[in-house]
């Protein structure tokens, strides 16, 4: 495809996107403004990523640390960072000051070591607790009992600012089948900002296969790469269209 012909094509395709979130928002009874679409855009190139900007898009995500270094400079400074991969110690130093936002806190050493870094960088990271839902041995993230016994110690932290949680829902062709796990976290969200006394307002959740069953149960983030960048899509929605 030409540059012109993708051009096009990611705008269609974004555009599908932002109707179908507001759809499945006023399905649940919420606005589309409720529900922030981040443009997950690791393997992919800066070039790339100007030509979504095109459509207004300025909210990405990333999940290396090195493809990270590499193009967030060559992009413009109005663009927003979120790091959605496997948060490690040894990378925190150089990840803090590139992203606004960590979609994957998901154990009580890690924070701790990331407050301390924080600390010595002057930073005060914004994070997301990444919660295994399905309690798949593949997928980090805190189990759900853990998170409870740990919630009070990660709060206490004078430098990590959790701001809710995030998960990934098994993989399925039938979306359908994720909504039990996006409700689980919805659930465990509301006890826990109960039990806290603070909001808890973000719930990441939600990808390209399941995004709109995530915005009913409650997803105020939705990472969608593929939905965003592929012709596939983009010829699936044509083909709709025509119907």
């Not at 997301?128 to 009992?145: C, Q």
């Not at 465990?188 to 296969?209: K, N």
Request: neutral net charge.
């Amino acid at each position: 495809m030409n540059i012109k012909s993708v051009v096009s094509m990611l705008s269609q395709n974004i555009s599908s996107v932002r109707e179908k979130i507001a759809a499945a928002a006023k399905r649940s009874a919420r606005s589309a403004a409720d529900v922030e679409l981040v443009v997950v855009s690791k393997k992919r190139s800066a070039e790339e990523i100007r030509e979504v900007l095109e459509s207004g898009v300025t909210l990405f995500a990333e999940s290396r640390l090195q493809e990270a270094l590499e193009k967030i400079p060559l992009l413009p400074s109005r663009l927003h960072w979120h790091f959605i991969g496997h948060l490690q110690k040894n990378k925190l130093r150089k990840l803090l000051p590139l992203f606004e936002l960590f979609h994957g806190l998901d154990n009580l050493e890690l924070a701790q070591s990331m407050n301390r870094v924080a600390e010595e960088l002057g930073l005060f990271p914004r994070v997301l607790l990444e919660v295994n839902i399905a309690g798949e041995s593949t997928k980090y993230g805190f189990s759900p009992r853990i998170l409870e016994c740990s919630l009070e110690k990660l709060l206490s932290l004078s430098r990590v600012q959790v701001e809710g949680l995030m998960t990934m829902a098994p993989l399925t062709k039938d979306p359908e089948q994720t909504r039990p796990f996006f409700q689980q976290l919805r659930l465990l969200r509301d006890q826990l900002a109960q039990r806290a006394g603070i909001p808890l307002s973000v719930l990441s959740m939600g990808m390209s296969q399941d995004y709109e069953v995530a915005i009913e149960e409650g997803a105020t983030l939705v990472r969608l790469g593929t939905a965003i960048f592929q012709e596939e899509h983009h010829r699936v929605e044509m083909e709709q269209e025509r119907r």
